[in-house]
Nanobody
Framework: QVQLVESGGGLVQAGGSLRLSCVGS????????MGWFRQAPGKEREFAAA????????DYADSVRGRFTISRDNAKNTLYLQMGDLKPEDTAIYYC??????????????????WGQGTQVTVSS
């Protein structure tokens, strides 16, 4: 079982950038499909991005495609989300998650087995 801890959230102005990190412990993230999800106030958790075991394949929600980039460094046991051109509607708690069974990247939160505690991202207009 892997434990996940996110960091890098904060307050940023619209148009700005942030990079989120998610460090795994107690296991290697190399064995997992990894994803980023987010939950805005009063809304359900939604998919943002996911990446394959080797980092060669990724998927993005339409709302973030072209602005966000997901990547991973398996040697450092770390997942990243580079966020650019941030908008107020990107304000949410961002969670990283690990899927231990899937072979391909997926958007369904129910497929992910392990979750971090989340990091707050607030974008001001």
């Amino acid at each position: 079982q892997v434990q996940l801890v996110e960091s890098g959230g904060g307050l940023v102005q619209a148009g700005g950038s942030l990079r989120l990190s998610c460090v795994g412990s107690g296991g290697t993230i190399r064995n997992y499909i990894m994803g980023w999800f987010r939950q805005a106030p009063g809304k359900e958790r939604e998919f943002a991005a996911a990446i394959s075991h080797d980092g060669n394949s990724a998927d993005y929600a339409d709302s973030v495609r072209g602005r966000f980039t997901i990547s991973r460094d398996n040697a450092k046991n770390t997942l990243y989300l580079q966020m650019g051109d941030l908008k107020p509607e990107d304000t949410a708690i961002y969670y990283c998650a690990a899927d231990r069974l899937s072979f391909y990247v997926g958007r369904d939160a129910n497929s992910y087995d392990y979750w971090g505690q989340g990091t707050q991202v607030t974008v001001s207009s």
